[in-house]
Structure formats: C-alpha cells, structure tokens
C-alpha cells in the first residue's frame, strides 16, 4: 500500500470526543460491481428498446432478439447480486 492510499476520516463530537475512521482505498469490488451495473444498463437500454416496439411479437428475428436481451438483462442482474453479496 503507497503511502497516500488510505484516508481518514475525524469527525469532533459535540461532547469534545473524536472519533477516526481509516477509509481504505476502494478495491476490486467496487470495480466489479461497477463492471456490471454497466452490463446491466446497457442490457436494460436494449431490452427496452425492443419491448417498446410490437412487432416484437409477430417478427421471428426481433422476437428472438427480444428473449436474448431479456437473458442478458438477467444475467447481469444475477452478476449485481453477486457482487452484492460478496461484500
């Protein structure tokens, strides 16, 4: 760890009491989790995209379009909860 990586946090109670708090630099965590909220939105911009049009239902390509977007949407909020639950 560098010297500068870790901030710290010192917060005066009214009572005169500090209380400090080391804040670690934010790790590969936060990276996977932003990783994958990205995922996500751009999963959900697709999907969205195709639900709004009705010949989804009726065009064989765009309905298959429709299901695949649907699973990456899933996916990625699978990949969310994931990161979530490590932490």
Do not use: Y
């Amino acid at each position: 760890m560098e010297m500068f990586d870790t901030l710290v946090e010192t917060r005066i109670e009214a009572d005169g009491t500090a209380q400090v708090r080391t804040m670690h630099e934010e790790g590969d965590q936060s990276e996977a989790m932003r990783e994958a909220c990205g995922m996500f939105l751009t999963a959900e911009r697709k999907f969205q995209k195709l639900n709004a049009n009705p010949a989804c239902v009726t065009d064989p390509k765009l309905n298959v379009e429709w299901w695949d977007s649907l699973e990456l949407n899933r996916g990625a909020t699978t990949i969310i909860g994931n990161c979530g639950a490590k932490q």
